[in-house]
């Protein structure tokens, strides 16, 4: 079975710190994997995907993560946080049980940029 | 291009009431989701549509929950009666395709079941 494990549920940093949140996977293949961020009040928004290109994925708004096979992690960096980047943040592995895809979602990151 | 809509944005019931929500996803996009997200966790696949055709409701509580996608566009979730553990935002989502994990989220109907 596929699963997807966020290593820290609240993240806080400060304004123009760099920014890292961990997220593992569980797959008996390499997965499709993607993060998500969802502000408050919003719907979610894909941030990057990883499906099995580069292991060195970018993203919208300076974000970044790397698929590391041997580490079975995919984290999300960004260099320098903006008070923006507050939000919630799933990462989420893709399987194909069937003919259609299924979707784990991580139980979600917490992000907090402070001044 | 608009996003996927949804409505409405707050509900508030009583426990064995029921609630209707609707979502009109993307035009042109075959695939429409509806998942629930309990405060604290992520969100939780409900029911998954290709089309008008159901591809996945294996998480549905069918005993009080049910949708529909009549005419492959928009949809509708039901609950009937609604429980005190329902309180949830319900997140609409859609995408091109069923195999892509590119989905496009709405911004969710809040429930509160008193």
């Known amino acids: 079975a596929q699963s997807v494990t966020q290593l820290d549920s609240h993240v806080s940093v400060s304004e123009g710190t760099p920014v890292l949140l961990r997220c593992n996977y569980s797959s008996s293949y390499s997965p499709s994997l993607f993060w998500y961020v969802q502000h408050p009040n919003k719907g979610l928004q894909l941030l990057l995907k990883y499906t099995s290109a580069a292991t060195l994925v970018k993203g919208i708004n300076g974000f970044e993560a790397e698929f590391k096979k041997s580490e079975t992690s995919f984290h999300l960096t960004k260099p320098s946080a903006h008070m923006s980047d507050a939000a919630e943040y799933f990462c989420?592995?893709?399987?194909?049980?069937?003919?259609?895809?299924?979707?784990?979602f991580g139980t979600g990151t917490r992000l907090q940029v402070t001044l | 291009e608009a996003g996927v809509a949804q409505s409405p944005r707050y509900k508030i019931i009583e426990k064995r009431q029921s609630v209707a929500f609707w979502c009109n996803p993307i035009?042109?996009?075959?695939?429409l989701y509806w998942y629930q997200q309990i405060l604290g966790q992520g969100p939780k696949l409900l029911i998954q549509?290709?089309?008008?055709?159901?591809?996945?409701d294996s998480q549905l509580p069918k005993d009080r929950f049910s949708a529909e996608r009549l005419k492959g566009v928009d949809s509708t979730l039901k609950i009937q009666p609604a429980k005190l553990e329902d309180s949830a935002v319900y997140l609409c989502a859609s995408s091109l395709a069923t195999e892509t994990g590119e989905l496009f989220f709405g911004e969710g109907s809040r429930l509160t079941v008193l």
């Open positions: 549509f290709q089309n008008n055709g159901v591809v996945d």
């Open positions: 989420v592995a893709q399987s194909f049980p069937g003919t259609a895809s299924k979707l784990t």
């Open positions: 035009s042109g996009h075959a695939t």
